[in-house]
């Protein structure tokens, strides 16, 4: 069985501080695991996504995330948050790996607030 | 020059009516997916399409119907409605395996009377 979970459904920083959103997940098999945004009334984007052996991932908009083996964690993190980054953030995996299957399971979100 | 597309963006509904979604992607992946966003924004897999054929139908209740006449257009279709199908329901399209992004349309608001 593969699940994800946000550890609080809503962050709320500063603008300029730190953005740690967390995501843990269980997975049955190597998963992939990614992390998409979703501005109000649109649909998601991909932030980044780990597929490899590389652990720390970089993605778009200043965004990273580091894959814990360990801690079976996923964690999103940004140095510095910006007004434009208030948005819903999932974390999702897929245990189909190298598979044409692309099941993706979402955690059930992370409101993001950035205070001026 | 969309790349996941989907029609109509709003939908207003009476319960028992029957009702479809369209969706069109331009990338040329050949995986498209439906996802039903509920209203506390939680997103769960509906189907999934590779190449026009079925692969993925997560327990869905048969009153959905997903339908592929090509590799660039998948649509669903939803029989008799019930005030619980009122939902966001989104399409992604992927190009080959599941390592790869999924594409996701702008969502189609579905509100059911």
């Known amino acids: 069985a593969q699940s994800v979970t946000q550890l609080g459904s809503h962050v709320s920083v500063s603008e300029g501080a730190l953005v740690l959103l967390r995501c843990n997940y269980s997975?049955?098999?190597?998963?992939?695991l990614f992390w998409y945004v979703q501005y109000p009334n649109q649909g998601l984007q991909l932030l980044l996504k780990?597929?490899?052996?590389?652990?720390l991932v970089k993605g778009i908009n200043g965004f990273e995330a580091e894959f814990k083996k360990s801690e079976t964690s996923f964690h999103l993190t940004k140095p510095s948050a910006h007004m434009s980054d208030a948005a819903e953030y999932f974390c999702?995996?897929?245990?189909?790996?190298?598979?044409?299957?692309?099941?993706?399971?979402f955690g059930r979100g992370t409101q993001l607030t950035v205070w001026p | 020059d969309t790349a996941v597309s989907q029609t109509p963006k709003y939908l207003v509904t009476q319960m028992g009516n029957d009702k479809s979604i369209k969706c069109e992607q331009n990338?040329?992946?050949?995986?498209m997916y439906w996802y039903k966003q509920d209203s506390k924004k939680f997103l769960k897999i509906m189907f999934s399409?590779?190449?026009?054929?079925?692969?993925i139908n997560e327990t869905v209740p048969n009153r959905f119907s997903p339908k592929s006449p090509d590799k660039a257009h998948l649509n669903l279709h939803i029989n008799s409605l019930e005030l619980g199908d009122s939902a966001v329901y989104f399409c992604?399209?992927?190009?080959?395996?599941?390592?790869?992004?999924?594409?996701f349309g702008p969502g189609t608001r579905l509100l059911v009377l």
């Open positions: 999702a995996v897929t245990p189909d790996r190298g598979s044409t299957l692309g099941r993706l399971y």
């Open positions: 780990y597929t490899s052996a590389a652990t």
């Open positions: 992604a399209s992927q190009q080959g395996v599941s390592q790869e992004t999924q594409y």
């Open positions: 399409y590779n190449n026009k054929e079925l692969i």
């Open positions: 990338l040329g992946h050949d995986t």
């Open positions: 997975s049955s098999v190597p998963p992939y």
